[in-house]
C-alpha cells in the first residue's frame, strides 16, 4: 500500500529535519526519509545529517576539549594556576564528543514525534508525477506526496585518484575520529574545515601543516580578517603552504606522503602519520533519481532553484547544501522553514545577504555582510570604524586580547555594509550584526544602543563609533 502525504522531506539533516518540523506545526502530514547510518552502531539511519554527526556538533566538542587542554598547558600559570603538565586521553575525549552526538540525534526523534512527524528510514528517489503530486521510492516503499523538499546535503569532495579510508587518509568523519595524536599531521585544503581540525589537533601536539592551493589565505573572508587570523594561526604553531599543487599521494598502512609543488614552483614532499582531506564539499544527488522526471541541476551539480527554494518543477522544493548560496546548517534549517510556510501560503523569508559565518578557531572568526574588497569591487563609497580587543576591558580579564571588530558603513547614508570580527566570542557577538543588517540598521544604530559593561560586545559598539571617527575608548 502506497503512503500518502502532504509533505515529504527527502533527508534528515539540519535543513530537512527543521523543514519537516516547522511543515508539521503548519498542520500538514509530514514525513522525512534518511538513510545514512552515520556511527549508528546498529547500522541504523540516523537523523541530524552531516552537522550532527560528522560535522558542527562533533567538531565543536573537540575543540572544546583541545581549548581546555591548551588552556591548562600554556594559559593557566600566566593566571597563577599551577597544575603540572596537562595529559590527554583521546580516547575520554571521543567518546564525550559521541555521547554528545547521540544525544542530539537522538532528540530529533524525540521531536518528531512530538510534531507527529513520519520517520521513513530508507533512501528517498524520484518515481514519477502522480496527479498534483509525486511518487518517490524510500526504502523498499512508494510514497506520494504533494509537496517534496530535497534536503540531501553534500558530503567532502575528494583528491582525484586518492582513496580515503578515514584512518591514514581522511575526510571531514575520519578527522572527527583519529584515535591518538599524531606527531605529524597534514592537512590539504586551509578552509573551515582544516582550520578547525588543524586547531584541535595541534592543540593536542601534533606538528600541523596545512597545503592550500590557493595563493592567498581564507579568500572567502575581509582581507584585515585573513591577514590577521593567519598571523595568529602561526603564532599558535600551524604551518601554512599557500599557492601550492598537489601531485602524487602515498598512502600506507601507517603514514602518508604528500608530493606537491610550492608557490615558486619548486617541488616539495610533506610526510605525515596522517592526512585530511578538506577541498570542499560537493552536493548530494547520487541517487536521487533526478533526470527521470526532469529536475534541472546547475553546471555545478547543485538544484536549480529560485529565490524561494522553488525548483523548475511545481511542488518540488529544494534547500541547504544541495542549492546555491553558502553551505551552512543555519542556512539550511532558514530555507527550510521558509519553504514550509509557503507551502503554507505564508511569506517565508530568507535574506542571503544576512547570514552569518564563523570558523571556530581560538580566538574565533566571524563575520556577515560584505568584506572590504567586495565594496571595493562593486564601486561602493563606505567608511570603516575598526577597534581591537586589546582595548577592551572583558577582553584582557579573561586574557584573549587577540583580534578586532571590523565595521562597514555606507559613505552616504551610513547603511550597515558589513561586521567582521575576529576575536573571543565572535560567535555571539555576530548575532547582534546580523540582526542590524537585518533591520537595515546604520552604523550610528549601533553606535547609540546602550552595550553592559564589562563585556566583549562593547568592542562592536566602539567599532560603530568608530565609523563616524568618534570611538570612545580607543
Not at 277 to 287: A, F, K, L, T
Not at 337 to 348: K, S
Amino acid at each position: 500500500m502506497t503512503k500518502q502525504f502532504d509533505i515529504l522531506v527527502v533527508g534528515g539533516g539540519p535543513g530537512g529535519y527543521v523543514a519537516a518540523i516547522r511543515a508539521a506545526q503548519l498542520g500538514f502530514k509530514v514525513a522525512c526519509c534518511e538513510s545514512n547510518p552515520y556511527a549508528d552502531p546498529k547500522g541504523e539511519p540516523r537523523l541530524g545529517g552531516t552537522c550532527l554527526n560528522v560535522g558542527c556538533i562533533p567538531s565543536k566538542a573537540l575543540l572544546h576539549t583541545s581549548h581546555l587542554f591548551d588552556e591548562a598547558a600554556h594559559a593557566f600559570a600566566g593566571q597563577g594556576i599551577d597544575i603540572g603538565a596537562p595529559k590527554i586521553d583521546v580516547a575520554k575525549m571521543l567518546a564525550r564528543k559521541n555521547g554528545i552526538v547521540d544525544q542530539l540525534t537522538g532528540g530529533i526523534k524525540g521531536l518528531f514525534k512530538k510534531n507527529k512527524v513520519a520517520f521513513l528510514p530508507g533512501h528517498g528517489a524520484f518515481l514519477a508525477k502522480v496527479g498534483e503530486g509525486w511518487k518517490l521510492k524510500v526504502g523498499a516503499e512508494d510514497v506520494e506526496a504533494k509537496h517534496v523538499i530535497v534536503a540531501t546535503g553534500s558530503k567532502a569532495r575528494h583528491l582525484p585518484g586518492l582513496t580515503v579510508d578515514n584512518k591514514i587518509v581522511c575526510d571531514n568523519v575520519g578527522a572527527l575520529d583519529i584515535d591518538a595524536v599524531p606527531k605529524k599531521l597534514a592537512i590539504v585544503g586551509a578552509g573551515v574545515i582544516g582550520l578547525e581540525m588543524g586547531s584541535v589537533w595541534r592543540r593536542l601536539g601534533a606538528e600541523v601543516t596545512i597545503l592550500e592551493a590557493a595563493p592567498g589565505f581564507l579568500g572567502m573572508a575581509d582581507i584585515d580578517i585573513a591577514r590577521e587570523a593567519k598571523k595568529i594561526l602561526t603564532k599558535q604553531g600551524l604551518v601554512f603552504q599557500l599557492g601550492v599543487k598537489i601531485g602524487e599521494v602515498k598512502a600506507t598502512k601507517k603514514a602518508v606522503s604528500i608530493a606537491y609543488t610550492d608557490q615558486d614552483g619548486k617541488p616539495a614532499q610533506l610526510d605525515a602519520e596522517r592526512l585530511i582531506v578538506s577541498i570542499g564539499r560537493i552536493p548530494n544527488i547520487e541517487g536521487l533519481n533526478a533526470g527521470a522526471v526532469g529536475l534541472k541541476l546547475t553546471e555545478r551539480g547543485q538544484i536549480a532553484v529560485d529565490a524561494h527554494c522553488r525548483t523548475n518543477l511545481p511542488g518540488i522544493w529544494a534547500i541547504g547544501d544541495v542549492v546555491r548560496g553558502p553551505m551552512l546548517a543555519h542556512k539550511a534549517m532558514e530555507e527550510g522553514v521558509m519553504v514550509a510556510e509557503r507551502i503554507a501560503g505564508q511569506a517565508g523569508h530568507v535574506n542571503p545577504e544576512a547570514i552569518p559565518n564563523v570558523i571556530y578557531t581560538t580566538p574565533e572568526i566571524a563575520w556577515v555582510g560584505q568584506t572590504e574588497q567586495q565594496l571595493k569591487d562593486a564601486n561602493v563609497a563606505y567608511k570603516v570604524g575598526k577597534v581591537p580587543f586589546l582595548a577592551n576591558g572583558r577582553a584582557l580579564g579573561i586574557g584573549a586580547p587577540e583580534g578586532f571588530v571590523k565595521v562597514l558603513a555606507e559613505a552616504r547614508t551610513d547603511r550597515l555594509l558589513g561586521v567582521h570580527i575576529i576575536g573571543a566570542g565572535a560567535s555571539d557577538l555576530v548575532a547582534e550584526a546580523t540582526v542590524a543588517l537585518e533591520f537595515f540598521a546604520a552604523s550610528e544604530d549601533l553606535a547609540r544602543i546602550c552595550h553592559a559593561h564589562p563585556t566583549l560586545s562593547e568592542v562592536v559598539h566602539e567599532a560603530a563609533l568608530a565609523c563616524d571617527k568618534r570611538a570612545l575608548h580607543f
